[in-house]
């Protein structure tokens, strides 16, 4: 499933338009085509089940759905692991 939503940059705060497949992970890694920024997308918050009424078969794990917003926020990617120096 490929979409073109807005991302905005973390760094420059601009917005730019990027055709992302959705189709699997929801972590997106994208290049800001100003700085050349690299900014983390998560859309897992976005991801919507999609609940199929029909009984047997049809109801695949594919059957996901996304809503997104206009503008999706970035961020700096490895934020989670901050380079600390330890003295021992
Ligand atoms: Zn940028």
Redesign the pocket.
């Known amino acids: 499933m490929k979409t073109r939503p807005s991302f905005v940059?973390w760094?420059?705060e601009?917005t730019f338009g990027q055709v992302v497949d959705l189709t699997g992970e929801p972590v997106l890694l994208l290049e800001?085509p100003?700085?050349g920024?690299a900014?983390k997308v998560d859309l897992a918050p976005y991801k919507q089940r999609v609940v199929t009424v029909t009984r047997g078969e049809g109801a695949g794990p594919d059957a996901v759905h996304y809503e997104l917003p206009g503008r999706i926020p970035t961020s700096e990617p490895g934020d989670k692991t901050p380079a600390q120096e330890t003295s021992t």
Do not use: T
Request: hydrophobic share 20%.
């Open positions: 940059c760094q420059c601009r800001c100003y700085f920024a900014c």
